[in-house]
């Protein structure tokens, strides 16, 4: 298995700012996706992002909004630009591991409100 | 392409009482399919998954899964509620081969009654 960790927990933003969200994994994992959970609904993908390309984007996600990076095989961040009250979520990121393997492992998630 | 349905978002029973929540999914082709749990305030726990083999899969916490492919479900169950098992209840799905998109359901909250 994996251990992720997420970096902030919760944070309350402004309008208009920008937040970026970290996500460590304790062990070199192949993929790692971002997803959004609005208030009372369920997981939403918002892309997958691979070591050494560019992250690809689900319909209704661009890149403008949620640019990504990953420089390494443990490592990414999502960032929220130019935040609106809708974009008040819990995102999470999840991995899946190095070697083979169907399972997504989830970290405990980023709570943000956008005031 | 692949979907999935819950059935029931809130879901009650009894302390020893037969927990059964349901998953019905659609997929052009050999599924994975997944249930995962979430607690208040954290992130996703992995339950159980089946891939291939055996249809019947036991997970942790005493939980268990049937895969039934003529029926298009995998609903969760597990003999004897217990007061911790009180949370939401995500049942996914994803192509088989590899790392696909997991397309989740839209969870089902059991509510556990002393």
């Given at each position: 298995s994996a251990v992720i960790s997420q970096k902030p927990s919760r944070d309350i933003c402004q309008r208009g700012t920008s937040l970026t969200i970290q996500c460590q994994v304790d062990s070199q994992v192949t993929m790692m996706f971002w997803y959004r959970q609005q208030p009372g609904q369920s997981l939403t993908l918002i892309a997958t992002a691979n070591q050494g390309s560019e992250a690809t984007y689900e319909s209704g996600f661009v890149i403008d909004k949620f640019p990504i990076s990953r420089p390494n095989l443990t490592f990414s961040t999502l960032t929220v630009s130019?935040?609106?009250?809708?974009?008040?979520s819990i995102y999470l990121c999840s991995a899946g591991l190095a070697g083979g393997g169907e399972t997504q492992y989830f970290g405990p998630g980023t709570r943000l409100l956008v005031l | 392409a692949q979907s999935v349905t819950q059935l029931g978002s809130h879901v009650s029973v009894s302390e020893g009482a037969l927990v059964l929540l349901r998953c019905n999914y659609s997929s052009s082709v050999p599924p994975y399919l997944f249930w995962y749990v979430q607690y208040p305030n954290q992130g996703l726990q992995l339950l159980l998954k089946y891939t291939t083999g055996a249809t019947l899969v036991k997970g942790i916490n005493g939980f268990e899964a049937e895969f039934k492919k003529s029926e298009t479900s995998f609903h969760l169950t597990k003999p004897s509620a217990h007061m911790s098992d009180a949370a939401e209840y995500f049942c996914a799905v994803s192509l088989s081969g590899g790392y696909q998109k997991v397309t989740f359901g839209t969870g089902t909250k059991l509510q556990v009654i002393p």
């Open positions: 130019n935040m609106s009250p809708e974009d008040s | -």
